[in-house]
């Protein structure tokens, strides 16, 4: 299922019209992605086209800025037989991720819009459930991201098939960064792969009970 923000719904305006607040700070709406208006090289069908590009990368963004928060959570506080080698995972795991949101962002200015990367931002904005607090056990870890990556993947790999004509160069670099998603989802689901030998349903890990899988 996606969580999708229409760039209808996201406001486009120069700075020197942003709404305040009453302590002078910048309000909403959230997302906010604001239009230079300095010549840009502009994506294909005009100003409609551009929305529709901008809509895209914010959600992106948003998404890979929440997935981030989670994963580092979980590389804190994973708990069992695989802390080890889980923290160092996911620690390559967010420092990659946090590549891609600067990709993200980068592009977003590059193609004319400011982006959105506030707190507010990405709090208010629909996306994967929140991680559990407290100890997270390895197996719970493992089980979690197989699912979070692949909704991530999937939303990444929708939204660059929605503006592949209109910007065949945003389009390239989300559909590189869902490889980085799809990789980083194996690497999760690979400790539940049965073999001809092992079913690996993860008893071992979870106190001899198997772990559910996540669902396809």
């Known amino acids: 299922m996606r969580h999708l923000i229409p760039a209808a719904l996201i406001l486009l305006q120069t700075a020197t019209g ?3 607040a009453a302590d002078g700070s910048a309000a909403g709406p959230f997302p906010r992605n604001d239009l230079t208006t300095q010549p840009i090289v502009e994506p294909a069908g005009g100003r409609p086209g551009l929305l529709h590009v901008v809509g895209a990368l914010q959600r992106s963004l948003t998404a890979l800025q929440q997935l981030e928060l989670q994963i580092k959570q979980a590389q804190w506080n994973v708990s069992g037989t ?13 420092q990659e991720t946090t590549r891609w949101i600067d990709l ?19 709090v208010r904005t629909p996306g994967l459930p929140e991680m559990p607090g407290g100890f997270l056990d390895d197996a719970q ?6 699912l979070a990556y692949k909704t991530v993947g999937e939303d990444l790999k929708d939204s660059s098939k929605e503006i592949a004509e209109i910007d065949p160069a945003s389009a390239g670099l989300l559909q590189e960064i869902e490889r980085g998603i799809a990789r980083a989802q194996w690497h999760m689901r690979g400790e539940f792969q049965s073999t001809a030998t092992d079913p690996n349903t993860g008893s071992d890990l979870n ?6 899988p996540a669902p396809r």
């Not at 695989?82 to 967010?94: D, T």
């Not at 993200?104 to 990405?122: F, K, M, P, Y």
């Not at 870890?141 to 197989?146: K, N, P």
């Not at 106190?207 to 559910?212: E, I, L, M, Q």
């Open 104 to 122: 993200c962002a980068e592009r977003l200015l590059a193609v004319g819009a400011s982006a959105d990367g506030r707190g507010t931002t990405i």
């Open 82 to 94: 695989l802390f080890f080698p889980l923290h160092r995972m996911l620690a390559e795991q967010a």
């Open 141 to 146: 870890v493992l089980s979690w991201f197989t």
């Open 18 to 20: 942003a709404p305040a």
């Open 207 to 212: 106190d001899g009970k198997p772990v559910t």
